[in-house]
């Protein structure tokens, strides 16, 4: 048993990267070739489908049924092209991760053979048998049915023999079923709510866009390993495992050279993306061994959301290639870092302004200020619902631990930023903003600086930071869909610029000037967020929480307790009022939380309790047992037991240990038992946010006996052979 163990290292350690079949092209010249994008649209499809499509896709027109069975036309011309045989609808139901049923290309031609067909009726719409997704009873009490439909905005792909379609997911009678319907709803409320705004500025912006870049951890295990442990493989955390004697202390794993498996693995996935249209665009070591993020090129936000979803199928898919497993759990190991998603937000006009980037003159600036500050506004007021949509049982055991942001929502501004807000509360509301350096420093001028000194300010510590032209949501752990995020900012934001927009009419129909009626509109916001929101110390310290509560920020730290966020009075208002969710969607959404919170912990604990007995226990009573041999053989021979202290007291140990192994593992289990009788989602999740508890208390002495123990009788895998071989 114990010689596996070392057999597996040897061999995982011994494993050499695999060539990598790089293109022969240019990077340029195979970028999206697996993509139907405007390209291929041009070349597949007839002037007046192609026209019909872009104005969908630019301006949200609809698409009728003859022009979406010529749109097919022309998809099905390209993908046999490209030697397609399925297609799918793709979409993102509240599972997590994307869901797709192929069907093949095939029909029969009533001659005795097959013919390949694909109209618009495939592609527009499909009824995927999908009742075992989860809905949040949805789909009990009204219609069983659930409806797959296309999103124009997000290409359709080729990955394998299969056409990919995404789509949206929603229930018969239109509730949202998935991830992206809430998102594409919310990207349609900031840009309503924004473009009133914007015309002020600039009377020809029709469209205001929301951008997304993400940053992916995770973390690579060598398969082999990883099979050796079921708490990976099952729950995708080890569950168990003493500190390795190095891990991340020396940082000498961050931005250090890549290795050669992991640079062979990395550089396939590169490849695939960019045929996929991804604009993969850095690479690194991250701080914890083993480790690793990649990020692309931002782009808008549904776009942009899709690819992240897509680029995770194909870390998984390529990982196994090359010998190893991908975690993207937010916390797959105790001690060092855990995996985050930074969200980049930002939003832009269909003109090119970049809303949340200083501007060219003091009106841009204006415009900036005005984005910017209403953007902290609504984290303010909506930090309990931003916490609860970053929220699961898996990321809770990331936020507030080694670099990752705690568990309470405030904006980190840094020192340019959070002076200029000061400044303006102190001048004359004409007082014009310049960019610094271009004018000689006058008295009255606010300044903001072309290339902020401070954005490289780092505060890690910080859940939701301005780094120059963006906000970075960093709280959104490694394995969500950004999109439940981005949902909960958009509506929110849009929300109080429909509110600040309201209050700018009553200033300017008073006479004033737009610079004036803004900056008088602002102050008020300014002064309150400043007093709040705004936090640029270490979010880590205990004067920190107490602070947070003085401010009247959420400081809940239950994953079951903080989804109650979605369904308070504001929430519901500011949800409704948006139109991003109704409020049965956001009850039936709790449900499904709370009951994948259930089903995650459950899953962690029985997997503990098994290992307990089937592993550790086992393990640690070989050894008491060839300890007790050694001492029964000494007293047979010396007749005494002088010369076994050593023995008896690590017998008396590991029996201590081993009993509260056992005590630990019953309790949980007659726990579990008692909340498995709950029915009550909510209640039953806060008696299983309990036993999250209690793995972590079961967890110590299991740990205490991995130090205890014979190397050569543990079967598990330790964090140094998991950490660092790749
Ligand atoms: P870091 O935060 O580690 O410095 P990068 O500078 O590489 O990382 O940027 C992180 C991500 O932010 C990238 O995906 C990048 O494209 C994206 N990003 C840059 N500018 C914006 C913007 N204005 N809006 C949204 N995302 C942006
Ligand atoms: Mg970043």
């Not at 390209?78 to 397609?84: F, G, R, S, T």
């Not at 129909?509 to 309150?528: C, E, N, R």
Request: charged share 25%; net charge negative.
């Amino acid at each position: 048993m114990s010689i596996d163990r070392f057999d597996l290292a040897r061999e995982a350690f011994d494993k050499k990267a695999l060539p990598v079949e790089i293109p022969s092209k240019k990077m340029s010249e195979y970028f999206g070739e697996r993509v139907f994008g405007r390209n291929a649209m041009r070349k597949y499809l007839d002037p007046q489908a192609l026209g019909a499509l872009l104005e969908c896709i630019d301006k949200g027109r609809p698409l009728d049924r003859a022009t979406a069975d010529s749109v097919a036309r022309g998809i099905k011309e390209w993908a046999l092209e490209n030697h397609v045989t399925h297609i799918t609808h793709w979409f993102q139901p509240l599972t997590e991760g994307t869901a797709e049923k192929h069907d093949s290309l095939i029909d029969l031609d009533g001659k005795g053979g097959v013919v390949e067909t694909f109209d618009g009726s495939s592609l527009v719409q499909q009824e995927p048998d999908a009742s075992s997704f989860p809905n949040g009873g949805i789909r009990a009490t009204f219609e069983a049915r659930g409806y797959t439909a296309w999103d124009p905005t997000s290409p359709v792909f080729i990955q394998g023999d299969t056409l990919c379609i995404p789509t949206v997911f929603v229930a018969y009678t239109g509730e949202a079923l998935d991830y992206k319907t809430p998102l594409k709803r919310s990207l349609k409320a900031v840009s309503d709510a924004a473009i009133p705004v914007c015309r002020l500025f600039d009377p020809a912006v029709n469209k205001v866009k929301c951008y997304l870049g993400w940053e992916q951890e995770y973390f690579l295990v060598d398969e082999d390993l990883y099979a050796a442990r079921p708490d990976l493989m099952l729950s995708g955390r080890t569950l168990m495992g003493h500190m390795s004697s190095k891990s991340q202390q020396l940082s000498d794993h961050y931005f250090a050279a890549i290795p050669a498996r992991v640079a062979a693995f990395m550089r396939e996935l590169e490849v695939e993306a960019l045929r996929l249209g991804i604009p993969l665009k850095t690479r690194h070591n991250e701080v914890a061994p083993n480790q690793f993020e990649m990020a692309p090129i931002f782009g808008e936000a549904n776009l942009s959301n899709d690819q992240n979803q897509l680029v995770m199928n194909l870390m998984n898919g390529i990982a196994r290639k090359h010998g190893f497993v991908v975690l993207l759990h937010e916390k797959p190991f105790a001690g060092i870092n855990g995996s985050g998603k930074h969200c980049n937000w930002s939003l832009g006009t269909d003109t090119g302004t970049m809303l949340m980037a200083p501007g060219k003159d003091p009106m841009g600036n204006l415009q900036f200020l005005t984005f910017f500050v209403n953007t902290l506004a609504a984290v303010q007021r909506h930090n309990a619902v931003l916490k609860a949509s970053i929220a699961s049982a898996t990321n809770a055991h990331r936020l507030g631990g080694h670099e990752a942001p705690p568990a309470i929502i405030s904006a980190f501004l840094g020192r340019t930023m959070s002076a200029v807000l000061r400044k303006i509360l102190e001048v004359p509301s004409d007082t014009p903003i310049e960019i610094a350096g271009k004018k000689g420093r006058s008295v009255g001028l606010i300044e903001i600086p072309e290339i902020f000194i401070d954005n490289t300010d780092r505060n890690r510590t910080s859940p939701f930071a301005f780094t120059g032209n963006r906000f970075e949501f960093r709280a959104v752990g490694s394995s969500a869909n950004c999109a439940g995020a981005l949902t909960t900012l958009n509506a929110a934001v849009a929300e109080q610029l429909l509110d600040f927009k309201q209050q700018l009419d009553r200033e300017l129909s008073g006479g004033k000037s737009l610079q004036v009626a803004v900056m008088d509109t602002l102050k008020p916001i300014i002064a309150d967020i400043i007093d709040k929101v705004c936090f640029d110390g270490n979010g880590y310290t205990e004067e920190w929480k107490q602070e947070a509560v003085r401010r009247g920020l959420d400081t809940e730290t239950s994953v079951p307790e903080m989804f109650k966020a979605f369904t308070t009075p504001s929430s519901v208002a500011m949800f409704t009022r948006t139109g991003v969710y109704t409020g049965k969607e956001l009850s039936a959404r709790n449900e499904v939380k709370w009951d994948m919170y259930v089903k995650k912990v459950q899953i962690e604990s029985r997997v503990m309790v098994r290992m307990a007995i089937n592993h550790v226990i086992p393990a640690a009573l070989e050894y008491k047992k060839r300890l007790l041999r050694e001492v029964a053989l000494y007293r047979q021979v010396m007749d005494n037991e002088l010369g076994c202290r050593t023995e008896l007291e690590l017998i008396g140990r590991i029996g201590e240990y081993v009993d509260d192994v056992s005590v630990k593992s019953e309790a949980m289990r007659l726990a579990r038992k008692r909340a498995n009788a709950i029915e009550d989602d909510y209640e039953r999740a806060m008696a299983y946010h309990e036993i999250a508890g209690q793995i972590e208390e079961l967890r110590r002495p299991i740990d205490k006996l991995e130090e205890l123990v014979d190397n050569q009788l543990w079967p598990l895998p330790k964090y140094r052979e998991l950490l660092f071989i790749s």
